[in-house]
């Protein structure tokens, strides 16, 4: 309570309203605007030890010709600002055939000490199709970012792509 008096003490200061003159409802907007970024500022980092795991099951709609062993991996990335930690997880799993439908399912165990739940993990999906000799193809497919999963929770994406 102490620092949000002092914070709107030096906010009405620095805006140059004066004590004795009537309030506009303008004067009023901007006040309770700066109050709102001057709280924003405030808010702590929510920063946490975070132990989950987050599985991706992708279909592959199959375009051309893939050989196999052709091969699925789910990429995670997680800043947290405040501290400047940053964290990079790769899982990788086989992509199974069966007609035109390949199916994959790899996951991504991880342990933060120091990540942030106020910022999103970033996704991304990689198929690779490496036919025994130089040739191969690759594919990059950046997901929608999702929130930190839950302490010991697993997190399951499910995501179609053509290959």
Known sequence: MKLTLTTSAALLVLSGASVFAEPTASSNLQLQMMLKRAERAQTPAATVSRSAKVVADITVNIKSKVTEPAMCSLMLQHMNPMTQSMYMETGTAPLKISGKKG?????????????????????????????????????NHSLPAIQLPGQNKTQTIEYALDF
Request: net charge negative; hydrophobic share 40%.
């Open 103 to 139: 199916t994959c399912a790899p996951t991504v165990p991880f342990s933060w000490s120091s990540a942030d739940s106020n910022f999103p993990v970033d996704v991304m999906v990689q198929i690779v199709d490496v036919d025994g000799t130089t040739e191969g193809r690759l594919a």
